[in-house]
């Protein structure tokens, strides 16, 4: 509901907006790796069906806030031919999950940051993982995105609150430096006074939007923007 104002701005601009459903994690079910690949069909799904839902599939982004943002970063730094993305997909097979942007609010960027000492209890990540770190540092790596990142990746826009505690802004800050470093292009908004899920506080996300708005404006709608 917090993302419905931003999708009826968006579509005014001439920027559509697809909602994505992922499996979820559970106290009974872990959600990995499902959770991505749902993310990740979706977008191929959009691909295979443009000519019907009107989109250009050259100009396409992802985003989500929280997990979402995670999954998002994922799908958007997993290359191509990732095995872990790779699924049956319906009539999308012949589709990929590339896109050009990714905007990310928020999301956890380095799950091995849960694990260190001091950190806190935060379950969040064994519980999607289905391990512990001890027991699969591996998979902890393989569900990070700043694991992933390379020369090639789509441009970023990374958002978070200076004040967040459910997910610290150690987080994006690791993301931010490791594309700066390989040369991606990205954009990093410290949101001053935000804790998680400001993106529902106009006096908050506004901050954000100054610069994200205008990335979005620039790749997706280009020359066609207002």
Not at 76 to 89: F, H, I, K, Y
Not at 138 to 167: C, K, Q, R, Y
Not at 182 to 198: I, L, M, Q, T
Request: glycine share 10%; proline share 4%.
């Amino acid at each position: 509901e917090t993302l419905q104002p931003m999708a009826e701005r968006y579509a005014a601009a001439g920027i559509a907006s697809f909602s994505i459903d992922y499996f979820l994690t559970s106290s009974e079910r872990h959600g990995w790796p499902k959770n991505v690949q749902d993310v990740a069909c979706a977008v191929r799904q959009i691909k295979a069906h443009a000519a019907d839902l009107k989109v250009n599939v050259d100009r396409m982004a992802i985003g989500g806030t929280s997990a979402g943002g995670h999954l998002a970063s994922l799908v958007g730094l997993m290359g191509a031919q990732n095995a872990v993305l790779d699924r049956e997909c319906g009539d999308a097979g012949s589709y990929d999950h590339r896109v050009g942007l990714v905007v990310d609010y928020f999301g956890a960027t380095d799950l091995t940051l849960m694990a260190q000492p001091g950190a806190g209890e935060r379950p969040q990540a064994a519980m999607m993982l289905g391990t512990s770190f001890e027991e699969d540092e591996a998979l902890w790596n393989l569900a990070s995105p700043v694991h992933h990142v390379s020369g090639d990746d789509p441009a970023f826009v990374i958002a978070h609150g200076t004040e967040d505690v459910a997910m610290p802004i150690e987080h994006s800050e690791v993301l931010y430096e490791s594309l700066q470093d390989a040369g991606v292009e990205s954009w990093f908004v410290r949101v001053e006074g935000a804790g998680h899920s400001f993106h529902g506080q106009p006096i908050f996300n506004d901050q954000a939007r100054c610069v994200i708005d205008p990335v979005l404006r620039d790749h997706l709608l280009g020359e066609l923007a207002p």
